[in-house]
């Protein structure tokens, strides 16, 4: 019984704490859109509706959402197809093999401001690496910040060399969980490799790569620092996403209640996409078939 | 089965010993801490404190104002904290600062449309009767509802540098008009490979400030409205539709002899490019000879500037910005402008020593004071900055700057410059391929959806 109140207690402080820390700002924020204010400092006057009205009459929202789409699209399949192929790779044995995996997971310690620096530094077009190596090959440097294709191709770069290694992490410890008879068994009976990869190895990751799925969806559609850092959302908007419009709106352009109504737009396409993506895709495993 | 119960009961007394002493010494660690974190506080409440957010982070610069603090401090027991940031945070953090209660006292800022808001909202102290007792150049002391909200201590005049020795070595002259700039700006291009190794010129595309303030200098020369008197969106109206696309073609013959990567070009790039000898001519403040001196002085007398002309070579103009002191309404804003008097008197000379050409006087009585004139960078480069000087005293040369476009000063042309509706019009210009008059459609549709 006692231990039934310290679980209760303990179970309503972490929702109050989630509540105040997660719920207080989202409700401000969503106070906030159904406002007309240019900052915090200035005067602000009620509109209801109207912010929400532009918003979806606006192309550069349905234009940023198709950009978040895209870049987490392509990144993430890029990130799960490369994290199994490194996870499977550091789950062989082979000599350092502890020292490759801490290799292996280095980049996801980097700052992200220092990746894209690091980045454009390789790549300015006037002083960059890549600029030296194409020369050597009398080669003219592009620019890669001019072009849409190349601009979005250099964010989705940085975010699968930073973010790979979350989900090698992850799949490494999810193929300790696969009992090596299976493996055993398989291969008795003559299997391929690659039957075994697909018929084994595949459904028993299913639950670890449906949170790293969800996770690295969520995040990337709501990444905010690569794209600006790298791009700001140019060329003319053409890497614009949600985050980014929701910050521009909201402390560049002194649009405050449209930068939270892009928040809160955001916030609840992610929070139908996860519920019928989780609809879809129970973690829980007996509802799996499993 | 005693000797076990009794080492039991010793075992859980030494347990309970040991709770009660992590406890005890836990609850002592947390009074001291709470006594050692509120010291300061307490002892605050007996002292007046001014809070100072500087955005001028240079080493110099914020050693200038730690000397002031600790000097005010000595001589009248007010101390002065000083909070540095860079400018960009600059607006972000003293407007959390204000919603958490806690508004700094006193500030930098460069940027007009943060001033505005302010002094809209409220925030801000009139520094009109300091601004009033000395002479400024133009638009120096610009005043917003009748009062000076903002002391200036720098111009940053966006002039065009340029390479003496390549100009002597090609045989070219000053440009007057927008064919003469192209042409030199062609005759210096330097290609390699398929891509330009020396650009003819570097005039920023970025969709960011660095793009509002160094870009249309050019455009400025020919004068265009943007909004008539009522403030209705004319910049598509002749006859400013023909000057800004004709200053659009300028530009797009001029983005041929840029180097690459333009859209990625920023404040260091603008100096940088020039520094290292990749550009023939680039836009900045006089920040760019500080960069000269201590990176590549071997150009220190290799460099001159002019300002940009317009397409027929009647009028010169320069792209601009300031930056200045504010003074928050706080309790204590009576002592914080006592600072700023003190600090005027005894520190502006070497706070303008700290960016040595960069802070170029906005004050017209600081060109003249021997102080300010015999640090050894400004003699060795009088000219330079009496040319400047000469840029803000006469009228001769056009002062101009995106946020300031309109019949008065306006949160308007602030929203202009802060959505970056130019910088977007010369992208649609070069990188979309769209025609002048389609770039300038959009730019002016833009602008009045801004309102």
């Known amino acids: 019984m006692n231990q039934d109140w310290r679980v209760a207690a303990l179970f309503f402080a972490s929702v109050l704490t989630l509540g105040v820390i997660v719920g207080g700002p989202l409700i401000y924020s969503i106070g906030l859109s159904f406002y007309a204010s240019e900052s915090f400092v200035s005067p602000s006057r009620w509109v209801g509706l109207a912010n929400y009205v532009e918003l979806l009459a606006d192309p550069l929202f349905w234009k940023a959402i198709g950009n978040g789409l895209l870049i987490s699209g392509v990144a993430i399949v890029l990130q799960v197809s490369l994290g199994i192929s490194i996870a499977l790779v550091l789950n062989q044995q082979f000599f350092g093999r502890s020292l490759v995996r801490a290799v292996a997971v280095l980049p996801y310690l980097l700052p992200t401001v220092v990746a894209c620096l690091v980045v454009q530094w390789m790549l300015d077009p006037n002083y960059g690496l890549l600029k030296s190596v194409l020369s050597s090959f009398g080669i003219g440097m592009f620019d890669w910040g001019g072009n849409p294709a190349t601009a979005m191709g250099v964010i989705v770069m940085v975010s699968v060399w930073i973010w790979t290694p979350f989900v090698v992490t992850c799949v490494l410890a999810g193929l300790q969980g696969i009992p090596a008879q299976l493996y055993e068994a398989a291969h008795v009976d003559g299997a391929s490799p690659w039957k075994q990869f697909w018929h084994i190895t595949l459904p028993g990751l299913r639950s670890v790569m449906i949170v790293v799925i969800l996770l690295r969806g969520i995040w990337m559609f709501n990444k905010f620092d690569v794209i600006w850092l790298l791009t700001k959302g140019g060329p003319l908007d053409e ?3 949600l985050p980014t419009l929701a910050f521009r709106r909201a402390f560049v352009e002194f649009n405050l209640g449209g930068g939270a109504a892009v928040a809160t737009m955001s916030f609840l396409l992610l929070a139908m996409v996860m519920l019928v993506y989780l609809r879809l895709f129970p973690i829980d495993e007996t509802r799996q078939g499993r | 089965m005693r000797v076990n119960t009794e080492d039991q009961g010793r075992n859980e007394q030494k347990t309970s010993g040991d709770r009660r002493t992590f406890l005890g010494a836990s609850a002592s660690a947390l009074a001291g801490g709470i006594a050692v974190m509120g010291a300061p506080f307490v002892k605050a409440q007996g002292k007046t404190t001014i809070r100072f957010l500087n955005s001028e982070t240079s080493t110099e610069s914020q050693a200038v104002l730690r000397k002031a603090a600790s000097e005010y401090e000595s001589l009248y027991g007010v101390k002065v904290v000083v909070d540095s940031t860079p400018i960009s945070s600059a607006f972000p953090k003293s407007m959390a600062a204000i919603n958490a209660g806690a508004p700094y006292d006193i500030a930098t800022m460069g940027f007009i449309a943060h001033i505005l808001q302010y002094a ?5 102290v009139p520094l009109t009767e300091m601004v009033k007792q000395h002479s400024w ?6 005043q917003y509802q009748g009062e000076n909200w903002f002391y200036p201590y ?16 090609k045989g070219l002259k000053i440009p007057n008009t927008w064919d003469e700039l192209l042409a030199n700006c062609r005759a210096l291009t330097i290609s390699k490979d398929g891509s330009v190794e020396r650009g003819g010129c570097v005039m920023p595309l970025a969709s960011d400030s660095s793009t509002n303030w160094a870009s249309f200098g050019s455009l400025f020369a020919e004068e265009p409205l943007m909004y008539d008197k009522d403030w209705k969106v004319v910049m598509d109206a002749p006859p400013n539709a023909r000057k800004y696309q004709r200053f659009l073609d300028l530009y797009g013959e001029l983005y041929k002899t840029m180097p690459p990567g333009m859209n990625n070009v920023s404040y260091a790039e603008l100096m940088s490019l020039f520094v290292t000898g990749k550009v023939a001519h680039t836009l900045y403040s006089g920040r760019v000879v500080e960069a000269i001196e201590s990176r590549n002085p071997a150009l220190a007398d290799k460099y001159g500037i002019f300002a940009s002309p317009d397409s027929s070579g009647k009028r010169k103009a320069l792209s601009y910005a300031f930056d200045g002191f504010i003074v928050f309404k706080t309790k204590q804003s009576e002592e914080t402008v006592k600072f700023l008097k003190w600090f005027l008197d005894k520190f502006y000379i070497d706070w303008l020593h700290s960016a040595w050409m960069n802070f170029q006087p906005a004050r017209l009585d600081i060109y003249e004071d021997p102080r300010w004139k015999k640090h050894p960078m400004i003699q060795k480069h009088w000219s330079t900055m009496m040319q400047m000087k000469s840029y803000i005293e006469n009228n001769d040369v056009k002062l101009a700057s995106v946020d300031l476009m309109g019949p008065s000063i306006d949160l308007r042309p602030c929203k202009v410059f802060e959505t ?3 910088p977007e019009m010369l992208q649609n210009k ?7 008059t389609d770039a300038v459609k959009a730019a002016a549709d833009r602008v009045r959806k801004i309102g």
């Open chain 2, 430 to 436: 070069v990188l979309r391929g769209m025609s002048s």
């Open chain 2, 420 to 422: 970056n509706v130019l």
């Open chain 1, 239 to 241: 890497t614009e996403t």
């Open chain 2, 137 to 142: 150049g133009q638009m120096g002391s610009w």
């Open chain 2, 120 to 124: 809209r909202g409220g925030h801000l």
């Open chain 2, 154 to 169: 720098d111009y940053n005049l966006v002039t065009m540098f340029y390479r003496k020795d390549l100009y002597e070595e």
